[in-house]
């Protein structure tokens, strides 16, 4: 595992690679956000703005697991999965490499989406009994986890892994969210702690913004991949003042759990949406930027 504690990031321009012929160029991946719980993709402007103006052409996915009630109470992560892979068939199509960017609850549905459909993996893969191998090209590049209870190991579900890593910790969003009748409903009050410490202006809109009921089911369904299996480069932002889902001390121990593939950047003073934070959000830009670049 490798640990930064940088404060002092330098934005980067992203390069085209040539690879083989001077006329042929590799595109620059594409980025797939995928929001946390209750958060739609409007909440992610701030952040997929400055990575399009690098030249990358970015997506925020729009989950299926939060919204109306009755609408929601039957989806798991699973769903937002099959969402997600919408959003990925075409650059794999095409060849392109892409980066995942799961925020949160939006971790989970990244490791699920990512195994099977890594660069590593589709580099070359057996084209019938005669043993040849095709190279497919493109795939998942890296996967990047900001604050996120994404759960390490394979078939378990994403409270279960927050429970195994929490070590008796009580959960750090008690009180703050209500479940009741298979949906997770936030508090009128949890914007303080879901965006705390960014601008209250801020906090208060997207706190607005944003759907207050989601899908326990979606907590509670089996993982398909664990993170550490993963075969891709893996990055965790640690965000040390994280008021809501889970402690900083928990975020720590999954990073960790997530084996060498994987770089932990901490983020002194980050709240749970870092990216709401402009002192905090060229780091956060070039966590992203740096797995795509390298």
Request: hydrophobic share 40%.
């Amino acid at each position: 595992m490798v640990q930064h504690h940088d404060t002092n990031h330098q934005e980067r321009q992203p390069p085209v690679i040539a690879s083989g012929a001077a006329n042929h160029r590799k595109p620059r991946p594409a980025i797939i956000i995928i929001p946390g719980a209750w958060h739609q993709p409007v909440h992610y402007t701030a952040l997929a703005e400055p990575l399009r103006q690098q030249g990358y052409k970015v997506e925020v996915a729009a989950l299926s697991t939060m919204g109306d009630p009755d609408a929601i109470r039957a989806k798991t992560h699973h769903d937002d999965v099959e969402i997600v892979r919408a959003l990925l068939e075409p650059h794999l199509a095409a060849g392109r490499e892409v980066v995942l960017v799961g925020h949160s609850y939006g971790g989970l549905v990244a490791t699920d989406t990512a195994a099977g459909f890594t660069v590593e993996e589709r580099g070359a893969v057996p084209t019938g009994p005669d043993g040849g191998l095709q190279v497919q090209g493109g795939g998942v590049r890296a996967v990047v986890y900001i604050a996120s209870p994404a759960v390490v190991e394979k078939g378990i579900s994403l409270t279960s892994g927050m429970e195994k890593m929490s070590m008796g910790d009580p959960p750090a969003n008690e009180g703050k969210v209500t479940l009741e009748d298979g949906v997770a409903k936030t508090s009128d009050e949890c914007w303080k702690h879901l965006y705390s410490p960014a601008d209250e202006k801020v906090s208060r809109a997207a706190f607005a913004a944003s759907r207050r009921h989601h899908s326990v089911a979606s907590f509670l369904s089996a993982s398909t991949a664990g993170a550490r299996d993963l075969r891709a480069r893996l990055a965790y932002v640690v965000a040390a003042a994280d008021e809501f889902t889970l402690s900083p001390a928990v975020q720590h121990r999954i990073a960790d759990g997530m084996g060498p593939r994987c770089t932990k950047h901490v983020f002194e003073g980050a709240g749970h949406a870092p990216w709401l934070q402009p002192e905090l959000l060229p780091r956060l830009v070039g966590v992203i930027t740096g797995v795509a670049e390298d």
